[in-house]
């Protein structure tokens, strides 16, 4: 995981230095390129990570072709060009049999309204099932889209009380089931989901109930399967029009800076975080606590045990976790896309009063989905982060952003057909709220395109 964080960063710094010379009339090309045919990196790839390309009928590149790509490359005079061959038939046929065409790719492809519906009609297996059925009808479905995904040649083959890491779901397939299943139920369902449960039984009965809550609940389905967002557009702690313009709330004052301004600059006792169940969050949690800091993570969760639970495997499941953690990890159940992250006015100004320092590592990161999908979780999170800061003991805050910002700011403005559009308009207009929050005199920055120096921030030695 650590590697291709590293490698996905590296080439992610390449395309903004590319971004930023063209911005200034200088010559700059990335390549972006699809797998090459012989021993190169993709000779070493896992067997599921190739049966993922395969099914985004991405084929290899011969030597030759790769380097005529990257002659046309950089006469295009464009900054980033994705050289690949892609078999736009054939993908274009197992995306339709997914459900949907996703935007990323329908100015590549043409969608035939008459096949994008094809697949699974679960509602109406499921309302015309006997009794006992349904737990078996959902089940073979997991178990189809596991097979399609990791490439096994019958769905009987996928064994389903084996966990989901043993059967090799890796990050890349668990997106690709994730978006599956999203597609075939109807529900909103977690980017980790594969991960949340110990094998595809579990994952069965959870969705099944959601299915059910879905269908005893159908005067309020449209309430209930709404995004954070939306949710948040209702409540009477935001006004949406100007969070969305990266405008901060005016009542928010940064007075306890001020007068306590040796607080922001001290070794933290205590520190709120989000994004504890996520690579990232996860990493700096484990820096947090091996200096011995007191941290409370913002986890959704149905109790303060079942959040706990889910922070100690996520450490468990990178190798981060030490039983002496135990005791410094303060769960607190809420929502970072909801208004006050989820919590009540008791429990928000407690945590105020009782933190030194936050970081908000948490986010939605799928670049292939539409703007409005991250207002709550990147916007809507990063204003009520804001809120806390401006409320009872001094504190500093550390928002992590990313390196998809960095054209926007240089003047290039992202345009909606851009794959990257979303997310990282979504992540602009947050640094836009905590630069806001700098202007009326809170410690905030904006650290996080290394983690290195985030935790050196947070973890200096004393």
Known sequence: MCEKQNYAAANTFLDALAYLRRGQRLPATSVAYGTWAGDGMASRLSGATRSHLAHFSLDPLTPDEGLELSKQAVVSTRALTVAAALDLGRLQGFLEEQGSIPPLFRSLLIQDSTQASRGWDLGKLLSEAEPGQPTGIVLNMIRKVVANALGFTHALDVNVDRPLQDIGIDSLTAVQIRNHLASLTGLTLSVNIAFLHPNLKALSQSLLSQLWDMDTSSTTTASSSVTSAT?????????????????????????????????????????????????????????????????????????????????????????????????????????????????????????????????????????????????????????????????????????????????????????????????????????RLVTAARWRGARASLPARSRRLLTQLYCRKP
């Open 231 to 431: 949710t948040a557009l209702d409540s009477p702690h935001l006004n949406m029009t100007a969070v969305r313009k990266g405008c901060l709330d005016s009542s928010f004052m940064f007075d306890n800076v001020t007068q306590d301004p040796a607080r922001c600059t001290t070794r933290p006792e205590s520190v709120f975080l989000t994004g504890a169940t996520g690579f990232v969050g996860a990493s700096i949690l484990y820096e947090l606590l091996q200096q011995g800091i007191t941290t409370h993570c913002l986890v959704r969760a149905d109790c303060v045990d079942k959040a706990r639970q889910r922070v100690v495997s996520t450490m468990d499941d990178y190798g981060l976790w030490e039983p002496n953690f135990a005791s410094l990890i303060e769960p607190t159940v809420g929502d970072m896309a909801q208004p006050l992250l989820g919590l009540t006015e008791e429990v928000f100004d407690d945590l105020a009063d009782r933190v030194d320092a936050i970081c908000h590592s948490g986010a939605l990161v799928d670049w292939m989905r539409p703007l409005e999908d991250y207002v709550g979780p990147n916007l809507v999170s990063t204003h009520e982060i804001l809120r806390l800061v401006s409320r009872g003991r001094a504190k500093a805050v550390h928002l992590m952003s990313t390196m998809s910002t960095l054209p926007m700011h240089m003047g290039l403005h992202l345009s909606e057909g851009d794959q990257e559009y979303g997310y990282g308009s979504s992540k602009y207009v947050a640094e």
